[in-house]
Structures are given as C-alpha cells and as structure tokens.
C-alpha cells in the first residue's frame, strides 16, 4: 500500500497560533519523510525532512514529530506567521534503484490570519 | 538560471492539437520527474527517468509521451488531450542513489485544454 493520508484539508489559525498537520502511512518499507511548502504559483519546496530513527526533528520554528509504531508523523509550525500562509504536503519514500519515488499526501491549506 | 525552469509557463490548447512542455535542471542531477497536480489528486507522479531511462510509468493515458534526451532536459509532449487533463504539470529532478532523497521541482506549467 503507497497511500499517505493527509489531515486536515485546511487549517485556518492565529498569528502566532501553531497549526498541526498530521500523516499516516501504511507502507513500512517508506524511510525518509519529508514535508514540501507549496506558494501559488510556486512548485513545492522541500521544508523539512525526517527518518524513522528518530522522533523529532527541529529546523528553526518547523517540528516533524514521528511515531514509527503508530506509522504517523506530524508537522508542527511554531509562532506561525502570515507568510506561513500556504499548502502543505508530506510525503514518503523507500530507498530505490530507480529514481527517488516520492508518495505525496493530499495537501492542506494553510492561512495565518494576522 | 538555476535551479529547474519549466516552459512555457501557461498553455492553451485545444483536443486536437500537439504541444510540448519542457523542463530544464541546472543542478547537475541524474533523475528527473513529471507530476500532474489537479484539485482531485494533488501531487500525482507520471513519470521518472533515472540516468536517462524510463523507470516509472505510473499508468498514465498514451496521449501523454515523455521524452528525456539527456540528464537535463525532460520533455512532455501532448496530443489529443481531454478537458479533464487541464492541470499544473510540474517537473522535479533529484539526485539518485545517494542519502540525499530532496525533490526539486519548478514553477509549473498551468495547462488548460479547451
């Protein structure tokens, strides 16, 4: 099973506030876990990533939380700012032979109301 | 340039025509990607080639042909295409069998088919 759900859809909070965004995924072969922040008009750029050997991951105010036992992870957005205001996917992949196949969960919306 | 560039940016086409979209990396990587993003499947993988070959199919309709001439340039060539594949066509590439599993992906073409 590919499949990564993504949740919710969209996620409307406060300047300041600090919007979660939650993946599951069902494959265990899946060792890399990255979370892609997508600007209209934009492609998707790579924000943060993790793998399964560890439970957090901090890059300046962006936390992936991982639970391997429960195949979750999670993005917590701190201090979260206007221009924090954009789609979110996270995303899995298993180590290949051919090419870097990225499954990508369905995307939320995030705005950040000043 | 840097980066990866895609071109054209918009394009207009109607059932019966033949168009190409292009995409370029100047990244000096070795596999490269198309993505269909539509507001039902956000991010749907196409087709990859690793090291010039086609390694992923993905089952995609034969009215869509892919072309990688070198590791830098990928191209989608379309013809007979249906409404329903208007969408934004997104190029990535990567650089395979190493640690490093980052997508880099341009701006999008926002194909509309009349």
């Known amino acids: 099973q590919q499949q990564v759900k993504q949740s919710p859809q969209s996620l409307i909070v406060q300047k300041g506030g600090i919007p979660i965004i939650n993946c599951a995924y069902e494959?265990?072969?899946?060792?890399?876990f990255p979370w892609y922040q997508q600007f209209p008009g934009k492609g998707p750029a790579l924000l943060i990533a993790i793998r399964p050997d560890v439970s957090e991951k901090k890059e300046g105010r962006f936390t992936i939380s991982f639970n391997k036992s429960a195949k979750q992870f999670s993005l917590h957005i701190m201090d979260s700012q206007p221009g924090d205001s954009a789609t979110y996917f996270c995303?899995?992949?298993?180590?290949?032979?051919?090419?870097?196949?990225?499954?990508f969960g369905g995307g939320t919306r995030l705005m950040v109301k000043p | 340039e840097t980066g990866v560039t895609q071109t054209p940016r918009h394009l207009v086409m109607g059932m019966t025509n033949k168009k190409s979209l292009k995409c370029e990396q100047h990244l000096g990587h070795n596999a490269m990607y198309w993505y269909k993003q539509s507001a039902k499947k956000p991010l749907e993988l196409m087709f990859v080639?690793?090291?010039?070959?086609?390694?992923e199919n993905n089952s995609v309709p034969s009215r869509f042909s892919p072309e990688c001439p070198n590791s830098s340039h990928l191209f989608l060539h379309l013809h007979t295409l249906q409404p329903e594949d208007s969408a934004l066509y997104l190029c990535?590439?990567?650089?395979?069998?190493?640690?490093?599993?980052?997508?880099?992906f341009g701006p999008g073409t926002r194909l509309t088919v009349t």
């Open positions: 080639y690793s090291l010039e070959e086609r390694v």
């Open positions: 990535a590439s990567s650089q395979e069998r190493t640690d490093l599993y980052e997508q880099y």
């Open positions: 995303a899995a992949s298993r180590d290949s032979n051919a090419g870097n196949m990225l499954t």
């Open positions: 494959n265990t072969a899946f060792d890399y």
